[in-house]
């Protein structure tokens, strides 16, 4: 079966309607990854997912990088880390896990249909994709049209090969693409430096918590994706009538103009 090139395992890291899906007022992330450590992260922060590596319900992360990323958004307190939406409620759809101790990834047929099910079956508003493939395969590009269309906002990370080659979803219309920036507000070395690249946020010289709870050290435009996400949660939180191309808007329009490059206003 061919696999997925997630961008955490290659670089060795690294219903809907016009208007958000809510529970219980806060707005619904997908969040495909490695999914979440329920000991890491507050359980009333998780909904019920599902683990299409696996085929269950089981949706525990075993590789850090998906709880890692669910720390920028929603925190840890365990690790010190202080979320930007620490009231979001995040559905974890695992794409790739380790299956006898090897990571396992899904293939981009079946990340076309996680995309689907993130807003058919979860109900979600925004899909954070902190992986890629650089495979565009019609299924996938399909998937991504399909979600716009019920309005949800897909952000992606843009790839971490710090070069122009293009990873799918980031590089589809209407994807909110992103790219990291250090503690300087300058692109990381590691970003991927196309024409896709919407936006820049923190992506080195952050902490995270790790699938213990520990404080975890990390770089990549996956963690900068989970700031965006964090972001566009707040402002739908703020005003739930606005549309993902609003929010989208939104985000870009009070981003931070630095070399040519737009920086994530947090």
Same mark, same amino acid.
């Given at each position: ?20 899906? /809510? ?28 683990? %299409? ?16 990323? $669910? ?10 880390? $202080? ?12 794409? $790739? ?40 395969? #019609? ?6 049209? %399909? ?17 122009? /080659?293009? %990873?799918?979803?980031?590089? %589809? ?26 936006? !820049?946020? #923190? ?31 707040? !402002?739908? /939180?703020?005003? #739930? ?26």
């Amino acid at each position: 079966m061919k696999k997925i090139i997630l961008l955490l395992i290659v670089l060795l890291l690294f219903i809907c309607g016009c208007t958000p899906t /809510e529970k219980n007022n806060e707005i619904i992330i997908a969040l495909l990854d490695t999914g979440i450590s329920s000991t890491a992260i507050k359980g009333e922060n998780i909904l019920g997912g599902w683990n %299409y590596v696996t085929d269950n319900s089981d949706t525990e992360d075993r590789i850090n990088h998906g709880t890692a990323v $669910t720390s920028v958004i929603v925190g840890c307190e365990s690790a010190e880390v $202080t979320g930007i939406s620490p009231t979001a409620h995040i559905v974890p759809l695992v794409v $790739t896990d380790k299956v006898e101790g090897k990571a396992t990834a899904i293939s981009p047929e079946t990340l076309a249909k996680v995309i689907r099910d993130s807003v058919d079956k979860y109900g979600a508003s925004v899909i954070n994709v902190s992986l890629g493939t650089k495979k565009d395969v #019609p299924e996938l590009r399909e998937a991504i049209e %399909y979600v716009q269309k019920k309005g949800a906002l897909v952000i992606a990370a843009a790839g971490n090969s710090g070069d122009d /080659e293009l %990873y799918y979803p980031a590089a %589809y219309d209407g994807v909110l693409t992103v790219g990291s920036h250090d503690k300087d507000m300058e692109i990381s070395s590691f970003t991927q430096q196309n024409d896709t690249v919407d936006i !820049l946020a #923190p992506g080195e010289d952050i902490w995270l918590a790790s699938r213990n709870g520990k404080t975890y050290g990390a770089r990549g435009t996956s963690y900068a994706t989970g700031f965006v996400t964090a972001k566009a949660v707040s !402002l739908w /939180e703020e005003n #739930p009538k606005l549309s993902a191309k609003d929010i989208k808007k939104i985000i870009l329009e009070d981003a931070l103009d630095v070399d040519d490059w737009k920086i994530l206003n947090t």
